[in-house]
């Protein structure tokens, strides 16, 4: 019930509060059961998963049960493998934070003070955004009378940004 979009393992075991080898055995028995697949098998990690149409016949069954409004969702087209991708922790920080053109200094500052807990340095933050500017997620701002260019999310980093921001809301 808690799945509104494709999800990891471990975002679904945050949204539903289940620990986290709880929820992959029971995303295994579910795949394997048919209920479940695996929209980036080739992943070794952050594979993403998704209702099957078995899966959505159940959910809106357990739904009716418990005399909920059902809502139906529909698999949105993004590059599911790269969402996986960005799943990571650091890239995800990175991405979740990057509103504005900022440099990977002011990424590191925003991210000291909204999310201390993420133990991330500066030099991760460029190897990131480098990855990041790779893979077509942000794109280089160049700024007047500024030395170093500054990064900003393309059409594609703002969808996996919200998707990322959606993963995180409870159900």
């Given amino acids: 019930m808690a799945?509104?979009?494709?999800?990891?393992?471990?975002?679904?075991?945050?949204?539903?509060?289940?620990?986290?080898?709880t929820c992959s055995y029971t995303i295994a028995k579910l795949t394997a059961r048919g209920l479940l697949t695996c929209l980036n098998p080739k992943a070794m990690n952050s594979r993403l998963y998704w209702i099957t149409e078995l899966g959505r016949q159940c959910r809106k069954q357990l739904y009716q049960d418990k005399n909920l409004p059902y809502k139906e969702y529909d698999l949105p087209s993004v590059n599911w493998p790269l969402y996986g991708w960005l799943c990571y922790s650091h890239r995800a920080a990175v991405i979740r934070f990057l509103t504005e053109?900022?440099?990977?200094?002011?990424?590191?500052?925003?991210?000291?003070?909204?999310?201390?807990?993420?133990?991330i340095s500066a030099n991760n933050i460029r190897d990131v955004v480098r990855l990041l500017l790779e893979k077509g997620i942000v794109q280089k701002v160049f700024v007047r009378k500024k030395a170093h260019p500054r990064y900003e999310l393309t059409e594609v980093g703002h969808k996996l940004?919200?998707?990322?921001?959606?993963?995180?809301?409870?159900f």
């Avoid at 799945?3 to 080898?21: E, H, S, W």
């Avoid at 053109?101 to 133990?119: C, E, F, G, H, W």
């Fill in 3 to 21: 799945m509104n979009q494709p999800l990891t393992a471990k975002q679904i075991a945050r949204k539903t509060g289940i620990p986290m080898d």
């Fill in 161 to 170: 940004r919200q998707l990322l921001i959606q993963s995180e809301m409870s």
């Fill in 101 to 119: 053109p900022m440099q990977p200094s002011a990424i590191k500052r925003t991210l000291r003070i909204y999310k201390p807990n993420v133990k």
